[in-house]
């Protein structure tokens, strides 16, 4: 899953960003252009979400058993 760096550039909050806040977010990309295209926000960078190895756990009592289905 893809997503963006952004600031707020313009002069009223961005879903709850305040101008100059940088923040991570996934936004469909034509909501993003719109934003974009009424000076909202810009993007800073790309980036792509992804869950590293060992930085997540399944919940507490979740696997019961020592088994892992086939499918």
């Known amino acids: 899953m893809t997503g963006g760096i952004y600031r707020v550039v313009g ?9 100059g806040d940088l923040f991570e977010a996934k936004i469909e990309h034509r909501a993003e252009a719109r934003a974009i295209g009424r000076g909202d926000i810009e993007l800073v960078e790309r980036i792509r979400f992804t869950v590293q190895p060992g930085s997540y756990n ?13 499918g």
Do not use: A, E, I, M
Not at 11 to 19: L, S, T, V
């Open 58 to 70: 399944l919940p507490k009592g979740w696997l019961t058993t020592g088994r892992v289905s086939d």
């Open 11 to 19: 002069g009223r909050c961005y879903r709850g960003h305040q101008p």
